[in-house]
């Protein structure tokens, strides 16, 4: 009797040490900070934040079976188009890693918990922190004797990628290249450059989050966003960067080419699309940006979309027909490819858990965007490519858009349930 104590005894403390030395295969801390990591050869290359600091990324080491796998997030924040507001934003976190926080939360597509990120959990996962302003693409600098700015961002991303090869992404077995907004953006202008880093072997594969901006015309008939890229290009040198056969194709206009409208059918590495079909930045400055909107007429209608008036609510839903409209030869012809566009007001939905993977996330045919991208990268089904219905219909939109829109529509179908088609038909979106 005392013998098979002991040996019950033995056994538990046995099982308690396995499992205290495990690593988190299925679990994790939701909030886990990562330090901040230099790139401290970036300066032999010429790749400075815009103040001349050097350049960053935060890593969280994989585990277990994804030990050589590789996630890289471009982190986003808009873009300066003139000197001007390169200098303001030399001046904060969003031009130079001196006020940058030097750790950061990963949570979503880049958290180390198998319950919250299913599929990428225990892989490498790097946030390329963003300091250029031109979507980690340009490669110049200015100086007038007064101020000193560094265009450089096409040299940080490879002073980044030079710097973790030696780290493990050198020898990838499987890799995903991802971004939020002007992030998003920069997972198109990068995509092949990323797939050519890596080995041939590896499955190598790319999503933009919010990072489908439109050439849209805003309501006051203007091409905002074209202007501003227009600038942007000429002022950081980035058409040297753009894809060659892209600028040939747009020959004169080569800035198109920084549009993923335009550059899309030019990438081949696969390529997944996550976006809202009324982003709320493109809304907010694509649409209706303030030098269209002066007497402040879309004021409330920004605010809370169920004050829009009906001429306001058909602007939004002509931009959505746009984007579609943009992504039709994509969703028909892209054996490859994948896409989730769904009908709530937001911007960025897979770097935060909400969004990303919880039980309020947001679902088309009732899956997450979690579940949609994996069932894409991992080939689970013969074709991932989701189109939301519009608005109001949604109803897993609740948390980000009032309850009282739901009786806007009465008579939706319930877009969330398995029936019927398994994919909705562009040319009845954009009818």
Same mark, same amino acid.
């Given at each position: 009797?005392? =013998? &098979? ?17 495990? $690593? $988190?295969?299925? /679990? ?26 050097? $350049?960053?990324?935060?890593l969280d080491r994989g585990f277990g079976a994804g030990s050589n796998n590789w996630l890289l ?44 990120? *299913? ?23 200015? #100086?007038?004797? =007064? ?11 490879? @002073? ?9 992404? @050198? ?12 992030? #998003? ?10 797939? !050519? ?26 091409? =905002?966003?074209?202007?501003?890229? =227009? ?5 950081? #040198? ?16 080569? !800035? ?12 081949? &590495? ?10 709320? %930045? ?48 994509? %969703? ?10 769904? /009908? ?5 939905? /897979? ?10 996330s947001p679902r088309i045919h009732n899956k997450t965007i979690a579940e949609t991208v994996g ?16 608005? $109001? ?9 009032? @309850? ?5 529509? *009465? ?21």
């Open positions: 009797m005392k =013998t &098979t104590r002991l040996l019950h005894v033995t056994a538990a403390i046995v099982l308690l040490l396995l499992v205290a030395l495990s $690593p $988190p295969l299925v /679990s994790g801390n939701p909030g886990r900070r990562v330090s901040m990591t230099l790139v401290r050869d970036a300066a032999a290359l010429g790749a400075f934040c815009l103040d001349g600091s050097l $350049p960053a990324y935060n997030q471009f982190e986003g924040g808009g873009w300066c188009n003139d000197i001007a507001s390169c200098v303001d934003r030399s001046k904060t976190f969003r031009g130079s890693t001196r006020f940058m926080s030097k750790t950061v939360v990963f949570s979503g597509i880049l958290s180390n918990n198998a319950s919250l990120n *299913p599929d990428f959990y225990n892989w490498n996962r790097v946030r390329l922190r963003y300091c250029d302003g031109a979507s980690f693409a340009g490669d110049t600098q200015f #100086g007038n004797g =007064t101020s000193l700015l560094y265009f450089r961002g096409q040299r940080i991303w490879n @002073a980044i990628i030079l710097d973790l090869l030696p780290k493990g992404l @050198a020898k990838a077995r499987k890799a995903l290249l991802t971004g939020c907004s002007a992030g #998003g953006l920069s997972t198109f202008l990068h995509c092949d450059n990323f797939t !050519s880093y890596l080995p041939k072997t590896a499955n190598v594969k790319c999503m933009s989050d919010a990072g489908f901006f439109l050439d849209a015309i805003d309501v006051a008939s203007n091409r =905002t966003m074209r202007s501003l890229y =227009t600038q942007l290009v000429s002022l950081q #040198g980035i058409q040297k960067n753009l894809d060659p056969n892209c600028t040939r194709a747009f020959y004169p206009e080569p !800035s198109l080419c920084f549009f993923p409208q335009y550059v899309l059918r030019f990438i081949k &590495t696969p390529f997944f699309i996550l976006n809202s079909a009324y982003d709320v %930045f493109q809304f907010h400055h694509g649409l209706v940006p303030p030098s269209a909107d002066r007497t402040g007429r879309w004021n409330r209608c920004k605010r809370n979309v169920t004050a829009c008036n009906p001429h306001q609510l058909d602007a939004l839903q002509g931009f959505r027909n746009d984007m579609l409209g943009t992504l039709m030869n994509f %969703f028909r012809n892209s054996t490859r490819g994948g896409m989730f566009i769904n /009908s709530c007001f937001d911007h960025c939905q /897979s770097a935060l858990q909400e969004t990303w993977f919880s039980p309020t069932d894409w990268y991992f080939g689970r089904e013969k074709e991932a490519k989701e189109i939301d219905c519009p608005y $109001p219909c949604d109803k897993t939109c609740h948390n980000l858009i009032p @309850a009282s829109t739901d009786s806007l529509a *009465p008579n939706a179908p319930d877009h969330n349930s398995r029936g019927g088609r398994s994919q909705v038909d562009l040319d009845d979106l954009i009818s």
